[in-house]
């Protein structure tokens, strides 16, 4: 079984279109000993017109720091950025929990041209 619970409640597809998801490259990775659980500082390039933004990650587990940059992601963008202890995280990196509940990063599974939008 899944680790992901009961379905969300049913929604509609116009309400899907308010979340921006894009995909970008991760370009800096460092790790962040102030916030409480351990996770990276992410920058991340989406291109033009959203450019570099600021992300913070739980993804210690399965990721190093330096393994990450050059990395595509997928992301929502269009969410009001988000205070984690002394850092400001401007998007949310998506991922999905492994079988212990540790992230897992959502990518495609073809590089494709930073900037795109999830369809």
Do not use: W
């Amino acid at each position: 079984m899944g680790k992901g619970g009961a379905p969300a409640v049913e929604t509609d597809f116009d309400t899907f279109l308010k979340v921006d998801i894009r995909v970008g490259v991760i370009v800096a990775a460092e790790p962040f000993p102030e916030a409480r659980k351990p996770a990276f500082k992410l920058r991340i390039d989406f291109g033009d017109p959203i450019g570099e933004k600021k992300s913070s990650a739980q993804i210690t587990r399965h990721y190093q720091a330096d393994k990450l940059v050059g990395r595509q992601v997928m992301a929502v963008v269009n969410f009001p950025p988000r205070q984690i202890g002394p850092f400001m995280s401007e998007v949310l990196t998506l991922g999905v929990p492994d079988e212990d509940g540790e992230v897992v990063l959502l990518a495609p599974d073809h590089n494709v041209p930073i900037g795109g939008r999830l369809f």
